[in-house]
């Protein structure tokens, strides 16, 4: 489990968490959303031990990340927004470093870097030196190179940045095996369909702090949807409505002849921009 | 928490196959003094007497170049940023300390290897001295001691830049002043008034002390230099410590 309390953190006059707290249970996939700057990075540091909050805890499968980081490590799988990664060294050199500092030694770990090799589909890299790799191979790497131990916990920041449709499923379907055995994924994306597709619970993150939490389709049930009315003369009128069956009839009646209807649902992209705007508006 | 042997291990053999993988730095410093000892020893030996411009030929191509490999060390810390595979090195269990020791002590292990080539080629091919056991231990200490120095130094430097550029431009003008400075390219007593009253501000000069000192069988004098080495290799590891604890590299 991943337990966040009222994390603070302030970068001189600019605040990036202001008191942030997330919980994230064994098996539980959540998407952590948000604009940039909103302090999703800012909390991955923290919970990996790189940074140090001003205020507030956070806990890896029960360990305190300040006061045993090296229990809370052992527990924990990064797998960062930027591609960090030693280009020189082959990609068996660059699992067999993350796997060996996490504790995994001579059998084990060859095990271990041959089930995520298969499972991210670097099977046949393995013996290539990293830097000539494509992005989306990398990031493959790097995913596997955060999966070797089987940590508790995974936080995995964007990790499909710049992957094509090939890989970003193959990420995907790890990221589900995963949550399935029952590690507490924290997954931080701005790529709303891929949280559909993991069928994760939200975090929506602004300013600081988690705005909103729950599963997605109580978050979208508040939010109202969208009847399309195409007419014959080619404009168009948007409407709407929480109830578009209901609504949809009395809407009709006396209109001009209309050439198509469509009745939109709200999406993730529209929980997030309402949120902000609800944010926005506090401010 | 105690340190984690297995963990220092792993660490040793990755930061290996780094530099096993990338070695051409490391090749051109022991190549390229060799080449000069061999063209320089004749005209040494003629300006000085002759053991001791053999002396001044060996352990003057060592400190130059050795110097010159501040930039293998600071390419190391510098590439561990610019990959951003410090943060992810820091995210695992391993305590900062290990991960200290298994990233410092395969530099050590090179730039000791890099000294041990030059001089055991220096006395294969240039017949350098070495008077029995005692000069041997001091030569050793020395050459572990400048080591150590070299790679605090180094340190601070990979952590001070913001790119290789700027890495090789530093490295290069300041291997080669200090160098100079030191002695290690004409004997001192060659050198203009101002740069001998400057000489011992050099790391090289007091490199350069040591290696002679360790090689007449010295004891006092290789441990005066050896000294003020690590003090200089002290105040460049805090000032490394002090870089690390204010470098932040965005994941």
Redesign the interface.
């Known amino acids: 489990m991943l337990r966040a309390q009222g994390l603070v953190k302030r970068f001189g006059a600019q605040t990036a968490l202001d008191g942030f707290g997330l919980t994230v249970a064994p098996g539980e996939i959540v998407g952590l959303i948000g604009h940039n700057g909103a302090g999703k ?1 800012t909390f ?2 923290i919970a ?4 140090r909050p001003d205020a507030g805890t956070v806990e890896i499968a029960g360990f305190d990340v300040r006061r045993h980081p ?2 809370a ?2 527990r ?1 799988g ?1 797998a ?10 082959t990609v068996r ?1 660059n699992l ?3 796997g ?4 995994l ?1 001579r059998r084990a770990l060859r095990d271990a870097i041959a089930e995520v090799a298969a499972a991210t589909q670097v099977e046949p890299l393995l013996g290539r ?1 990293v830097g000539p790799l494509s992005g989306g191979q990398q990031r493959r790497v790097q995913t596997a190179s955060a999966l070797l131990h089987r940590p508790a916990v995974l936080l995995l ?1 964007e990790p499909t940045v710049g992957a094509d449709p090939d890989t970003r499923q193959a990420l995907l379907s790890v990221v589900r095996d995963r949550a399935a055995a029952g590690t507490a994924i924290c997954y931080t994306t701005h790529y709303l369909p891929e949280l559909a597709d993991l069928g994760a619970s939200l975090a929506v993150v602004a300013a600081g702090r988690v705005i909103a939490r729950g599963e997605q389709d109580e978050l979208l049930a508040a939010l109202p949807g969208e009847i399309r009315l195409g007419f014959a003369d080619g404009t168009e009128r948007r409407v709407p409505s929480r109830h578009p069956a209901d609504d949809l009839p009395g809407l009709l009646a006396g209109l001009p002849p209309l050439s198509t209807v469509d009745i939109r649902r709200p999406s993730l992209d529209d929980l997030y921009h309402s949120l902000r705007r609800e944010v926005r508006d506090a401010a | 928490m105690p340190l984690d042997t297995q963990r220092i291990g792993v660490l040793l053999r990755h930061n290996l196959i780094l530099v096993g993988r990338d070695p051409g730095h490391l090749i051109a410093y022991i190549v390229m003094p060799m080449v000069l000892m061999l063209l320089e020893a004749p005209l040494y030996r003629a300006a000085m007497r002759g053991s001791l411009g053999t002396t001044q030929v060996v352990t003057g191509m060592l400190v130059m170049f050795s110097l010159l490999a501040l930039s293998i060390v600071g390419y190391a810390v510098l590439t561990e940023r610019t990959w951003q595979t410090w943060d992810r090195l820091r995210a695992t269990p391993a305590a900062p300390l290990e991960l200290l020791i298994g990233k410092a002590g395969t530099i050590l292990a090179v730039l000791v290897a890099q000294q041990a080539a030059l001089l055991g080629f220096g006395a294969r091919v240039l017949g350098l001295r070495v008077p029995g056991a005692k000069a041997m231990g001091l030569l050793c200490l020395a050459v572990l001691c400048w080591g150590v120095t070299l790679l605090a130094g180094g340190s601070a430097l990979g952590l001070a830049v913001r790119s290789p550029g700027q890495l090789s431009a530093i490295s290069d003008i300041a291997g080669l002043v200090l160098t100079g400075l030191g002695g290690a390219l004409a004997p001192l007593s060659a050198m203009p008034g101002w740069a001998r009253v400057a000489a011992p501000v050099s790391p090289g000069y007091w490199a350069m002390a040591a290696l002679r000192a360790a090689l007449s069988g010295d004891t006092v004098g290789t441990l005066r230099a050896v000294g003020v080495l690590l003090a200089l290799a002290g105040v460049a590891a805090g000032y490394a410590c002090w870089r690390v604890s204010r470098t932040r590299t965005r994941l």
């Open positions: 990075t991955v540091e990996a031990g790189l940074v090296g229990a490590r052992a924990l990064l960062p927004q930027q591609l960090a990664l030693y280009p020189t060294a050199d067999a470093v993350f060996g500092l996490a504790g030694r030196r920041d």
